[in-house]
Nanobody, 121 residues
Framework: QVQLVESGGGLVQAGGSLTLSCAASGNIFSINAMGWYRQAPGKQRELVAQINFGGSTKYADSVKGRFTISRDDAKNTVSLQMNSLKLEDTAVYYC???????????????WGQGTQVTVSS
């Protein structure tokens, strides 16, 4: 069994910063990529940022230059540093990992429970 546990959400004023963290644990054989998605009320879940095993990153256009994703492969953790937060960044943020479970073939998607980020004016 695999668990993704997020932390770091909360309430912040526009222009402020927050850091989200996510730790993956369980019978993990290998992690291909980890990332963050978000879902605002009435909207579809969207990719915010992702980092793969080789360290390559991709970001949604709306967060480029403001958010930075990083990972610690030794600890199976991923973090999202969010700066210059805007009202439109308000959403539930979900940690995602594409990984292989021990003694199980193939890659699978796993999700955290979500953490609320609210940006106020």
């Amino acid at each position: 069994q695999v668990q993704l546990v997020e932390s770091g959400g909360g309430l912040v004023q526009a222009g402020g910063s927050l850091t989200l963290s996510c730790a993956a644990s369980g019978n993990i054989f290998s992690i291909n990529a980890m990332g963050w998605y978000r879902q605002a009320p009435g909207k579809q879940r969207e990719l915010v940022a992702q980092i793969n095993f080789g360290g390559s990153t991709k970001y949604a256009d709306s967060v480029k230059g403001r958010f930075t994703i990083s990972r610690d492969d030794a600890k199976n953790t991923v973090s999202l540093q969010m700066n210059s937060l805007k009202l439109e960044d308000t959403a539930v943020y979900y940690c995602n990992a594409i990984l292989r479970v021990t003694r199980t073939p193939g890659w699978s998607d796993y999700w955290g429970q979500g953490t609320q980020v609210t940006v106020s004016s």
